[in-house]
Nanobody
Framework: VQLQASGGGLVQPGGSLRLSCAAS????????MGWYRQAPGKQRELVAG???????NYADSVKGRLTISRDNGKNTVYLQMNSLKVEDTAVYYC?????????WGQGTLVTVSS
């Protein structure tokens, strides 16, 4: 199983980024996919999830600013991040919970700073 995340970088407050995560080795279309983040000194948290049916859920702190989507034809999940805040700075991971445990991508760093 491989989850390859990309798209992180440095952006100013109020800016936008789009993260991508390409998956292989799982039945992607049947799998819940999530974007998680871990800031320095904090625990990893789920910020957005999308079910196999396309149902989405978001952490309160990102509602209205982040949008998760998936393309089952490309085995890829996306996270559109708008109106970014300094507190969004973290390493972002895509994750795929399965019956055998959760598979993680390598993480991509998002830094929001002026």
């Amino acid at each position: 199983v491989q989850l390859q995340a990309s798209g992180g970088g440095l952006v100013q407050p109020g800016g936008s980024l789009r993260l991508s995560c390409a998956a292989s080795g799982i039945t992607f279309s049947l799998n819940f996919m999530g974007w998680y983040r871990q800031a320095p000194g904090k625990q990893r948290e789920l910020v957005a999830g999308i079910s196999s049916y396309g149902t989405t859920n978001y952490a309160d702190s990102v509602k209205g600013r982040l949008t998760i989507s998936r393309d089952n034809g490309k085995n890829t999940v996306y996270l559109q991040m708008n109106s970014l805040k300094v507190e969004d700075t973290a390493v972002y991971y895509c994750g795929a919970p399965t019956g055998r445990g959760t598979y993680w991508g390598q993480g991509t760093l998002v830094t929001v700073s002026s």
